[in-house]
């Protein structure tokens, strides 16, 4: 299996879209990440869902966890008002990095590699050519076993 065969079409966002929206996005459709795009369309970085939940914690909970029980429902059902006005592009970790990008031919076990070095639930799949690029798609994680598994004979059960 080679990378272009496993790319799928996956959601992602720009750097300057509105963060609610993402957010949204991640949820109604259950995705464990984005994947976010500069103006020019190349992957930029992975906004993990985690990492968008955590922008909705006050640092203070964060800091001693212990509080988050003395915060009643009430205030807590505003969390979601942390990201009002702000952008995927400031939601994102400070450590944020580019998403690990594999090239067209790779096979899944470079694809692997990829997702276990960096941590990460989606690799990028794009082709180069001349001075520009083109995304063909993204493999997320648990698209990845289920075709090993599935090649390994090992299916999942229905």
Known sequence: MRARDLAVAYESVR???????AARLMAEN??????VV???GEPAAILPASQMVKVLVPGYVIEDPALAAVVDEKHADRLCHALRGRT??????RRATPPPVAAPD???LEVAALMARDRTPLVAVVERAGNG???LGVITASHLLHELL??????APQ
């Not at 750097?15 to 929206?21: E, I, K, M, R, Y």
């Not at 995927?88 to 970790?93: I, N």
């Open 150 to 155: 599935a090649a390994g004979g090992t299916a």
């Open 15 to 21: 750097l300057d879209s509105d963060a609610t929206a």
């Open 88 to 93: 995927v592009g400031e939601c994102l970790s």
């Open 133 to 135: 690029s083109r995304l």
């Open 106 to 108: 790779d096979t899944a």
């Open 38 to 40: 500069d103006e020019r």
């Open 30 to 35: 259950r995705l464990p990440g984005l994947l």
